[in-house]
């Protein structure tokens, strides 16, 4: 049976126009209303940016044929899933069916103060699906098979997340695939080896300017790092389930 991928271009436009837009409506809020944060913070503050995200990765569901699942997404339900280094972990989309554990989702954004930010979200991705992985192997989510773990970075395409980086290491050699690499493809380089050293069952980049509220203008990095794999992945994993 063929996937059914749900025109996820147009869908995937129709997110990014969301995901700035909200942004704006979170910033002049926050300026309305006089608070200090009113910067760069102010606009993630509303906490639904990728929203539009969610929905796709919810047609697809439906789509591919499991119409039974449970979807929890951000509300009253709780996001979490237990731990093996910590207690608990809060995703941002889980996916079960009968009581088993189909899919957990995390979805970022990053727009400027790219350097720290960079950091912290790498070593975020790699902790949580490291967490989540051991805990599995210890028998946290019962004896099913492995669900699908996905991440999804969409990240501003600016001059910032474009320029090439120096890298200063005063002991041993910075990798060389690091040397020169803008953060952007810092990122595309993050997805690709998490995907390789089995962290994540699919992980995407996508790059897009703040022009982007009016037009959805988003383009991938590579394609093994594109949303069309990512949704190529996550559809084939859902097929899979609806078959099982």
Same mark, same amino acid.
């Given at each position: 049976?063929?996937? %059914?991928?749900?025109?996820?271009?147009?869908?995937?436009?129709?997110?990014?126009?969301?995901?700035?837009?909200?942004?704006?409506?979170?910033?002049?809020?926050?300026?309305?209303?006089?608070?200090?944060?009113?910067? $760069?913070?102010?606009?993630?503050?509303?906490?639904?940016?990728?929203?539009?995200?969610?929905?796709?990765?919810?047609?697809?569901?439906?789509?591919?044929?499991? %119409?039974?699942?449970?979807?929890?997404?951000?509300?009253?339900?709780?996001?979490?899933?237990?731990?093996?280094?910590?207690?608990?972990?809060?995703?941002?989309?889980?996916?079960?069916?009968?009581?088993?554990?189909?899919?957990?989702?995390?979805?970022?954004?990053?727009?400027?103060?790219?350097?720290?930010?960079?950091?912290?979200?790498?070593?975020?991705?790699?902790?949580?699906?490291?967490?989540?992985?051991?805990?599995?192997?210890?028998?946290?989510?019962?004896?099913?098979?492995?669900?699908?773990?996905?991440?999804?970075?969409?990240?501003?395409?600016?001059?910032?997340?474009?320029?090439?980086?120096?890298?200063? +290491?005063?002991?041993?050699?910075?990798?060389?695939?690091?040397?020169?690499? +803008?953060?952007?493809?810092?990122?595309?380089?993050?997805?690709?080896?998490?995907?390789?050293?089995?962290?994540?069952?699919?992980?995407?980049?996508?790059? $897009?300017?703040?022009?982007?509220?009016?037009?959805?203008?988003?383009?991938?990095?590579?394609?093994?790092? $594109?949303? %069309?794999?990512?949704?190529?992945?996550?559809?084939?994993?859902?097929?899979?389930?609806?078959?099982?």
């Amino acid at each position: 049976m063929a996937l %059914k991928l749900v025109n996820y271009q147009k869908k995937a436009a129709e997110s990014v126009k969301a995901f700035w837009g909200n942004r704006e409506a979170a910033h002049q809020k926050q300026v309305e209303a006089g608070k200090t944060d009113a910067g $760069s913070r102010g606009a993630v503050t509303g906490g639904k940016n990728m929203d539009g995200f969610v929905a796709l990765l919810i047609d697809l569901i439906e789509a591919n044929g499991l %119409k039974n699942a449970t979807i929890i997404r951000q509300g009253r339900i709780p996001l979490t899933l237990p731990g093996y280094f910590r207690p608990t972990k809060m995703w941002d989309m889980l996916v079960l069916l009968d009581n088993r554990l189909i899919a957990a989702v995390e979805l970022k954004s990053q727009v400027g103060s790219f350097g720290n930010n960079f950091n912290n979200r790498t070593e975020e991705a790699i902790g949580t699906a490291h967490d989540l992985w051991t805990a599995y192997r210890e028998g946290a989510f019962g004896d099913s098979p492995r669900p699908f773990v996905g991440w999804l970075m969409l990240v501003e395409d600016a001059v910032g997340s474009r320029r090439p980086i120096r890298d200063r +290491s005063d002991h041993f050699p910075v990798r060389p695939e690091f040397q020169g690499a +803008s953060y952007i493809e810092r990122y595309n380089l993050l997805c690709r080896k998490l995907v390789q050293e089995n962290l994540y069952s699919s992980a995407a980049v996508l790059a $897009s300017p703040r022009t982007a509220m009016q037009t959805g203008k988003f383009s991938d990095v590579s394609e093994l790092t $594109s949303l %069309k794999m990512f949704v190529i992945n996550f559809a084939a994993h859902i097929a899979a389930e609806a078959a099982r």
